[in-house]
């Protein structure tokens, strides 16, 4: 009977050596990131994360603080793994008014040209602190499909994808919700315009649309990164998952879809911060280690 344990044992390994742990720092958007927090992320058992590119949070625009956070990376164990493409170019989360969202579909030339050098901006971090990957959406949440505006996308890709991988940095399409991201559009946008592209598979967005399983099954052989979140179907509440109440994704079924792909992807948990957690790192590493029992 040993050898029939041992080998379970093996296979347990295997399973799990691909679930590095990464923690995007959506978790503290709204403040400014800061090395005190990336310390105590690193403290807390997080060997990575994803920074979330907005300007009150990081401003990829200030010299400064990238180069606060670039000295203090390269001292660090911490790695950076990705960047979220920034969807506001203010510091109020895009409350200053409607031209202040950078989308890549905008049917006018001189706003996408616009909001693809804000992109540009962001993907400039790469020079002083590396990372591997830069999720970006198509268009913004609840936005219908259109022709014009799939094209409008194709022609940012183009350009972001050469500028990201001058600086060793791949792009990667997330879905979300709206008419241009669903898997199944998104795959007829990549085999139509033959952008070699792959993408960050969000879970979270998954159980809003056609449903986790499905959306997996047709994205799976191209996704490189995850958004790891959970909600009630209906709201983008960025729960998190197995901890807070409301959320109805299921997550022994998910962690069975995740582990088919082994070594493709991080676990990666992209939450939103709530003001009456205590010691929200602590229940970060609580979520981690139910996702991968489960």
Known sequence: ????????????????????????????????????????????????????????HLDYRDKAQITELGHWFRDSDLKLHSLHAPMYNDDIWGKSGPQAAVTITSLSKADRIRNVDEIKRALEVAETIPFKYLAQHIGNSNDEYSDYAAEAAFCSLEELSVFARQRGVEVLIENIPNGLSTAERLNHFLNFTHLDLKYVFDIGHAHMGAGVEHEFELMKERIRSLHVHDNNGTDDKHLFPTVSEGGTVDWRKTME???????????????????????????????FDNLERA
């Open 1 to 56: 009977m040993a050898a029939p344990l041992e080998q379970l044992l093996e296979q347990l390994k295997d399973i799990n050596r691909y679930m590095n742990r990464v923690l995007s720092t959506h978790l503290i958007v709204n403040h400014r990131l800061t090395v005190n927090w990336l310390e105590k992320a690193l403290r807390s058992g997080i060997p990575a994360v994803e920074i979330f590119c907005a300007r009150q």
């Open 257 to 287: 879809l995740l582990r088919s792909r082994p070594d493709q992807y991080p676990l990666l948990l992209e939450l939103k911060e709530v003001p009456e957690m205590e010691f929200p790192l602590d229940h970060v590493s609580r979520v």
